[in-house]
């Protein structure tokens, strides 16, 4: 079979796992043959590709990033833009394509699946917030990268005893907030699921000053929600082609508000895209490369407008507009665990 392979959205490590594990079974057990789309589906549009074979994918397992680079392109917004891909796809003599991204990516896979273009799907997304799925790859390297910060800023807050905060990724979830901050022994987390109330916030941190640490960690994801604070907290007011805005600052905020309120001398760092940089975990490269592998038997399979996911601790498949119909939040059961770490209201 000749097969397209895309990723789309910001990128997560893991993606070049997943475009090895699909070239190396691909072309060692089917035959096949592959081409990468540059930059999601805007390589589409304009056609631009770059081929994909075993030297081409050598070294690449634990590289970050994706080798097909990445871009939020809404083919919705572009006049024309499904028919556009629709001859793309036809001239290039695909038998398939392969798309690996978020929800935004995965809305445009499914109209084209629609339209009769064989589609299988790779879930992504740092937030680990798609809810067909239990895990994204990327998402275990993005908390260890963040649990580390908070590790590494736990000295330098006790030296000069005061509260630092902590912005993660997490635009609709929370997950890398509450698993780092959890792992990284935080004192107040905040999610964009379930607000906080700014009252709670200081007497988090009081109790931390009166049982005599004089210091603490706040970790705030970038979409939280605090009741005091009006909206989110966003740079510029552009919106990409998906309609986001781009969320960051809340921790800037929120530091602020804290010194205001308690006298705690406060200051905010903002882990931001390191998260996403760099090497997978080896958890993220085995679930990356289990997704591949998934990704192309689905293909030889037939299993098209299907997206592969993992369930429990297997990988099985589900249609893509199911897997990306609403977000994954944090349930009570871990807000529970927060709450049992912290003194009783
Ligand atoms: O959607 C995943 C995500 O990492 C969000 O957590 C974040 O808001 C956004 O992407 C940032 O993406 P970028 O700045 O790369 O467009």
């Given at each position: 079979?000749?097969?397209?392979?895309?990723?789309g959205?910001?990128d997560?490590?893991g993606?070049?796992a997943v475009?090895?594990?699909?070239?190396?079974?691909?072309?060692?057990?089917?035959?096949?043959?592959?081409?990468?789309?540059?930059?999601?589906?805007?390589?589409?549009?304009?056609?631009?590709t770059?081929?994909?074979?075993m030297?081409t994918?050598?070294g690449?397992?634990h590289?970050?990033g994706?080798?097909?680079?990445?871009?939020?392109?809404?083919?919705?917004?572009?006049?024309?833009?499904?028919?556009?891909?629709l001859?793309?796809?036809?001239?290039?003599?695909?038998?398939?394509l392969?798309?690996?991204?978020?929800?935004?990516?995965?809305?445009?896979?499914?109209?084209?699946?629609?339209r009769?273009?064989n589609?299988?799907s790779?879930?992504?997304t740092?937030?680990?917030?798609?809810?067909g799925?239990?895990?994204?790859?990327?998402?275990?390297?993005?908390v260890?990268?963040?649990?580390?910060?908070?590790?590494r800023l736990h000295?330098?807050?006790e030296?000069?005893?005061?509260?630092?905060?902590?912005?993660v990724?997490?635009?609709?979830?929370?997950?890398i907030a509450?698993?780092?901050?959890i792992?990284?022994g935080?004192?107040?987390?905040?999610?964009?699921e379930?607000?906080?109330?700014?009252?709670?916030?200081v007497?988090?941190?009081?109790?931390?000053?009166?049982?005599?640490?004089?210091?603490?960690?706040?970790?705030?994801?970038?979409g939280?929600?605090i009741?005091?604070?009006?909206?989110?907290?966003?740079?510029?007011?552009k919106l990409?082609?998906?309609?986001?805005?781009?969320?960051?600052?809340?921790?800037?905020?929120?530091?602020?508000?804290i010194e205001?309120?308690t006298?705690?001398?406060?200051?905010s760092?903002n882990?931001?895209h390191?998260?996403r940089g760099?090497?997978?975990?080896?958890?993220?490269?085995?679930?990356?490369?289990?997704y591949?592998?998934?990704a192309?038997?689905?293909?030889?399979?037939?299993?098209?407008?299907?997206?592969?996911?993992?369930?429990?601790t297997?990988?099985?498949?589900?249609?893509?507009?199911?897997?990306?119909?609403?977000?994954?939040?944090?349930?009570?059961?871990?807000?529970?665990?927060?709450?049992?770490?912290?003194?009783?209201?």
């Amino acid at each position: 079979m000749r097969i397209g392979m895309l990723t789309g959205g910001g990128d997560c490590p893991g993606l070049n796992a997943v475009i090895r594990a699909v070239v190396h079974k691909g072309v060692q057990h089917y035959g096949d043959e592959f081409i990468g789309f540059m930059e999601g589906w805007r390589g589409v549009l304009d056609d631009r590709t770059m081929p994909l074979s075993m030297s081409t994918m050598s070294g690449m397992l634990h590289r970050g990033g994706t080798v097909l680079r990445s871009s939020r392109t809404n083919v919705k917004k572009i006049p024309g833009g499904f028919e556009k891909c629709l001859k793309v796809l036809q001239d290039e003599k695909l038998d398939a394509l392969i798309a690996m991204g978020g929800d935004d990516t995965q809305s445009i896979s499914v109209e084209l699946a629609e339209r009769g273009v064989n589609v299988v799907s790779v879930p992504k997304t740092i937030d680990n917030d798609l809810s067909g799925t239990d895990a994204c790859f990327g998402f275990d390297t993005a908390v260890m990268i963040a649990t580390e910060a908070v590790d590494r800023l736990h000295s330098t807050t006790e030296a000069h005893s005061r509260v630092q905060v902590v912005e993660v990724m997490g635009r609709d979830a929370g997950w890398i907030a509450v698993t780092a901050g959890i792992a990284g022994g935080a004192d107040v987390i905040l999610t964009p699921e379930k607000p906080i109330d700014m009252d709670d916030v200081v007497r988090l941190l009081r109790a931390r000053w009166e049982c005599g640490k004089r210091f603490g960690i706040v970790v705030v994801a970038e979409g939280a929600k605090i009741p005091q604070i009006e909206g989110q907290i966003t740079v510029g007011d552009k919106l990409d082609s998906f309609g986001h805005a781009r969320l960051s600052g809340i921790g800037q905020v929120l530091a602020e508000e804290i010194e205001k309120r308690t006298g705690y001398e406060t200051r905010s760092v903002n882990l931001g895209h390191t998260q996403r940089g760099g090497t997978p975990t080896a958890y993220d490269r085995m679930l990356a490369t289990r997704y591949g592998i998934a990704a192309i038997d689905m293909v030889h399979e037939g299993k098209f407008g299907r997206m592969a996911v993992l369930k429990g601790t297997n990988i099985c498949d589900i249609s893509i507009a199911d897997a990306i119909a609403q977000t994954r939040t944090v349930g009570e059961d871990i807000f529970a665990v927060i709450r049992g770490l912290q003194p009783k209201r």
